[in-house]
């Protein structure tokens, strides 16, 4: 299974971008993904999550209101569109999947594929 993240850029403060996910190698609608955050000097943090049925959605709290997770039909490519961006996001986004997986999906370890990061950029 391969995870390929893309979408991250330079965005001023209040403005929006939308971060794809892409999942090839195996069925891709048999998996949850979550998205990580990365900033610099800071610990990997948990952001967003979608059940591999897109049944349930789970946010960090510095994210609820602001980001949504969100996958296509065909289930290969998931979607986080963040809105409203604050200089705070400004970290390296991972996208990472587990088959089957409907808990914990706010804990790395959980997670048996991850991609390759995606740099997002929020200027004040």
């Known amino acids: 299974v391969q995870l390929q993240a893309s979408g991250g850029g330079l965005v001023q403060a209040g403005g929006s971008l939308r971060l794809s996910c892409a999942i090839s190698g195996r069925t891709s609608s048999y998996y949850s993904v979550g998205w990580f955050r990365q900033a610099p000097g800071k610990e990997r943090e948990f952001v967003a999550a979608?059940?591999?049925?897109?049944?349930?959605?789970y946010y960090a709290d510095s994210v609820k209101g602001r980001f949504t997770i969100s996958r296509d039909n065909a289930k290969t490519t998931n979607y986080l569109q963040m809105n409203s961006l604050k200089p705070e996001d400004t970290a390296v986004y991972y996208c990472?999947?587990?088959?089957?997986?409907?808990?914990?999906?706010?804990?790395?370890?959980?997670?048996?594929?991850w991609g390759q990061g995606t740099l997002v950029t929020v200027s004040s």
């Open positions: 990472a999947a587990k088959a089957f997986q409907k808990l914990a999906l706010g804990t790395e370890s959980v997670y048996d594929y």
């Open positions: 979608i059940t591999w049925n897109g049944g349930n959605t």
